[in-house]
């Protein structure tokens, strides 16, 4: 599918745009080098809020894909869990936007930390195929081994200027 003249017409021309939430105070005890700091999730909220979506010049947060709420840490356990909800529930960037997420959390955190992200349930036609990508650690490094993916991937953890 093409637009007029413009290149490939985007599947979601006209998204909702939500509001971002404002920066997490920093407590004293979070400052106190001296007591340890359990990575909550918050924390992990605001490593993948500020992903950039694929498609869009808005922010995976601005397009409410990532929320705080569909966050699961257990430090103890060394456990992430992280639900996305894409725009669109035949959205063809699905992948993309969960293999950034998972790689920004990768980078991110100790490598004592097992990642699991897949998409909210029910929201995409294709949840089931993602979801068994996205779980696949020969997928994921074979993915990050194209460098075309990777590049793509890296635009997204990029910061927008």
């Known amino acids: 599918m093409v ?11 006209n998204p909702l ?18 007591l340890p700091d359990a990575i909550d999730d918050r924390e992990i909220f605001d490593l993948i809020r500020s992903i950039n979506d694929p498609e869009h010049p808005l922010t995976l947060e601005e ?3 990532v929320e705080q ?3 699961k840490v ?4 060394s456990t992430v869990a992280v639900e996305f909800t894409p725009t669109i529930p ?15 959390l990768i980078r991110s955190l100790p490598e004592r930390f097992k990642v699991d992200v897949h998409i909210t349930p ?7 195929a993602v979801n068994k990508q996205l779980a696949d650690k020969e997928r994921v490094a074979a993915a990050l081994e194209n460098s075309h993916l990777l590049e793509v991937v890296n ?7």
């Open 90 to 104: 035949h959205c063809s960037m699905a992948t993309l936007i969960g293999l950034s997420i998972k790689v920004k």
């Open 122 to 128: 029910g929201t995409h036609i294709s949840e089931h």
């Open 17 to 34: 745009v939500f509001r971002r939430s404002g920066e997490r105070p920093v407590t004293a005890r979070e400052e106190d080098d001296d």
């Open 155 to 161: 635009q997204c953890l990029s910061a927008r200027s």
């Open 3 to 13: 637009g007029p003249g413009l290149g490939p017409a985007l599947e979601n021309a």
């Open 63 to 65: 397009l409410n894909v």
């Open 74 to 77: 257990n430090d103890a356990e």
């Open 69 to 71: 709420v569909r966050v």
